[in-house]
């Protein structure tokens, strides 16, 4: 077999040695041929060959590591491996080594291997081939009782991650149906699951933060402008950049160009008085922007606990607000976002998908097994170029300030989100390096804090959406999520939210910026479900999404019990699919999947309800469920009514490319099939 096309495969380890010189760096075949090198030590002597039974590590790992593939002399009561089925593991081991997402440590590796070799001992017990487990489900049913609980979310992420690089591998264990069936009797651990949000409210919030950033955005200019004249009203008052912060140190009499000078103590107090701050802000037509978004409604800007300190805290808000449109379209965490650089975003060309936009975390410069990297959205540029804004201004303040120390990466590329380094925000005595990082506060923190970001009574619960976050997450807390309740934000609800939408859900709406986030995530899925990127996405980010495709899977059913879905022959037809099972609840509907009662596949007219794989090519090609053939319609098929329009406009496509092919050859009968499927649909819809 020779080395999959366009695959970089090179060696991902760490090594104390460089190994780039090595004859193991990189396989000249695949799968490896049998006498190559997989284990050199630093001096190139061969340490274990790709056929060996076992392969030893210690030059990697500095101690007797090893993986046991089982095909050769064993210790008695372990675990024996056939030789055909050890092949398989040693293709899968070496691809973990030198594939794209290659592991970085011996210990990782060892750990992938050992969650998939039980599947390969049972099945030499059994007299088969792993990759022929599909063909036998007593086997499967075998697996299923035998692994152990704990093992199996694990399990369940590297079968796919084989899955999706079933053709270059050139073996394949199972495909995502497959997979299914083996974690249909998992049960998950007993944890509180994150809220997924109400797609209402999700949109809401996230087009407020759109707002908001836009809004700072279209005053970049004069906000700059602003800051830079108070910063400068300062400095003439204090006779310079640097004696600012020494004056506020030693607390020395006020001398802040916004407080106007006491006339019982002019003889001390000779600093220049601009006038009050609400006169800057006019002058450089920031005033409304400023009451628009910091300033409590049917209050001004001056007076105490306000005036200039009012500019700090729109900063604040706006990277707040900066961060919170990141982890919305990034599956990032809270304090990996926190965490980035104003250099974080970059725009890689893919010869399959064209432009991606990439966030790259500060950790990316390590060799680790999460390279902190994450596809995200065009639109997050925004929120970058915003933030970036910011924290330029408030580093130039930090370099003006001796007390501070600034590292040499600072000054290349400060952190995204910064600290108040201004004289005037009243922190210019708590800190003395911009290494140190300043504590992020939560996400409902911020909504409760900052009352013009978001409206509270848009944001209480409906019962549609308590319906659809109950859909999606069933240890949903009753108490704290109640209809009429305002929606509690967490950081890692914008986590799993995105993740779930990911899955072009059912129970995602369309309003303009749902439109938005589905362009933007149709790359994310691309890159998240199979690593088509030369970069090395972040893992976490990346299990978090197939955690949530193999939830939705089951989420999706929810759906087909309402009136917008049909069957082509009938009400009769459609309750018999689902033998009387409630699949509204829960309980019974997780124990039906679990036993393979129920399937369902999204298709072009609505969904396909056969269990196994369709003869007909079912997702792709619609003649046989729609009855193209001349024949009825499939009787598996489930037709969802809101989907006419399209179908409409599917039928009109179908009309002009009729009118321009040759009569009676294949690409006319294979139109004219799908004409009349589509018919038969429409008539269907509309007889209901």
């Known amino acids: 077999m020779n080395q999959p096309h366009s695959i970089d495969l090179r060696f991902q380890m760490e090594s104390s040695f460089d190994i780039t010189k090595s004859s193991n760096y990189r396989p000249d075949s695949w799968p490896p041929r049998p006498d190559f090198p997989i284990v050199q030590d630093k001096n190139g002597n061969v340490v274990s060959v790709y056929s060996d039974s076992i392969w030893n590590f210690w030059p990697w790992a500095k101690r007797s590591m090893n993986i046991n593939f089982g095909d050769g002399p064993q210790r008695a009561r372990s675990s024996v491996i056939s030789n055909a089925n050890a092949d398989i593991l040693r293709i899968f081991a070496a691809w973990f080594i030198y594939g794209p997402r290659g592991v970085n440590k011996p210990t990782t590796l060892i750990k992938k291997i050992n969650d998939l070799k039980p599947i390969f001992v049972i099945c030499t017990e059994a007299g088969i081939v792993a990759t022929e487990l599909h063909r036998y489900p007593r086997v499967l049913d075998l697996i299923k009782q035998k692994l152990k609980n704990s093992s199996m979310q694990s399990l369940r992420l590297h079968l796919h991650f084989l ?3 079933r053709n270059e591998l050139g073996v394949v264990i199972l495909d995502p149906s497959g997979i299914k069936e083996l974690m249909s009797g998992y049960i998950a651990p007993t944890t509180n699951q994150t809220p997924f949000i109400p797609p209402r409210i999700w949109t809401y919030q996230v087009n407020r933060l759109r707002e908001c950033l836009d809004d700072f955005m279209a005053n970049r ?121 104003t250099n974080c975003l970059s725009i890689e060309t893919d010869d399959q998908f064209g432009q991606m936009y990439v966030i790259c975390g500060v950790t990316s410069k390590t060799i ?19 933030l970036s804004c910011i924290s330029n201004l408030r580093m130039q303040c930090a370099i003006s300030n001796p007390m501070i120390e600034v ?10 989100i910064s600290r108040c380094y201004e004289p ?58 109640q209809e009429g ?62 955690d949530a495709m193999y939830e939705m899977l089951s989420k999706d059913l929810v ?48 969904g396909c309800t056969k269990l196994g794989a369709c003869p007909y090519g ?35 496509a179908l009309d002009e490319r009729l009118s321009g092919a040759e009569a009676c050859s294949p690409l006319y009968e294979s139109l004219s099939a799908q004409k009349r499927a589509i018919e038969n649909i429409l008539n269907a819809i509309k007889t209901k």
Not at 286 to 303: A, N, S, T, Y
Not at 407 to 416: A, C, G, T, V
Request: glycine share 8%; net charge positive; aromatic share 10%.
């Open 485 to 546: 309740n305002v929606w509690n934000f967490a950081w890692h609800q914008l986590r799993r939210t995105g993740a779930v939408n990911m899955q072009g859900s059912e129970l995602v709406s369309e309003p303009s910026m749902q439109y938005q986030l589905k362009h933007g995530t149709r790359a994310m899925s691309l890159y998240y479900g199979k690593g088509y990127s030369t970069a090395r996405l972040n893992q976490s980010a990346r299990n978090e999404y197939i």
């Open 221 to 341: 200019e004069k906000i700059v402008a602003c800051y830079t004249y108070c910063l400068e009203a300062y400095s003439k008052n204090y006779g310079g950049h640097s004696r600012i912060y020494e004056a506020l140190r030693k607390v020395t009499r006020n001398r802040s160009p916004f407080t106007k000078p006491q006339e019982s103590k002019r003889s001390i107090n000779t600093h220049h008085y601009v006038g009050p701050f609400s006169e800057t802000a006019l002058r450089f037509g920031i005033h409304d922007l400023l009451v628009k978004w910091v300033v409590d409604p049917g209050k001004g800007l001056d007076g105490g606990g306000k005036g200039i300190t009012l500019l700090s805290s729109y900063l604040n808000l706006i990277s707040y607000v900066g961060l919170a449109y990141i982890l919305n379209f990034s599956m990032m965490r809270i304090k990996e976002a926190w965490n980035l650089r």
């Open 424 to 481: 005037w925000a009243g922190t210019v005595d708590k800190i003395n390096s911009t290494a140190i990082r300043p504590g992020y506060p939560s996400y409902a923190s911020v909504a409760e804090f900052y009352k013009n970001l978001f409206d509270n009574d848009v944001l209480k619960i409906t019962k549609s959406d308590l319906d659809l976050a109950r859909q999606v997450t069933v240890s949903l807390n009753e108490e704290k999520f």
């Open 368 to 386: 680790d097994d999460d390279d902190a990297r994450w596809v995200t959205s065009p639109s997050v540029e925004l929120a970058v170029t915003s």
């Open 163 to 165: 899955y999706e690089w």
């Open 559 to 606: 759906f087909v019990s309402s009136e917008r879905f049909i069957s082509p022959h009938g009400t009769s037809r459609k309750s018999s699919i689902f033998g009387g099972i409630n699949i509204l609840d829960q309980k019974s509907l997780d124990l039906a999947i679990r036993k393979g009662m129920i399937s369902w596949r999204p298709t072009l007219l609505g």
């Open 618 to 652: 079912g997702v792709d090609n619609i003649i046989r469920c729609g009855g193209g053939d001349g024949k009825a319609p499939c009787a598996d098929v489930i037709i969802d009514k809101s989907r006419q329009p399209q179908l409409i406009k599917f039928s009109e």
């Open 407 to 416: 590292s040499q990466e600072d000054l290349e590329s400060p952190w995204l």
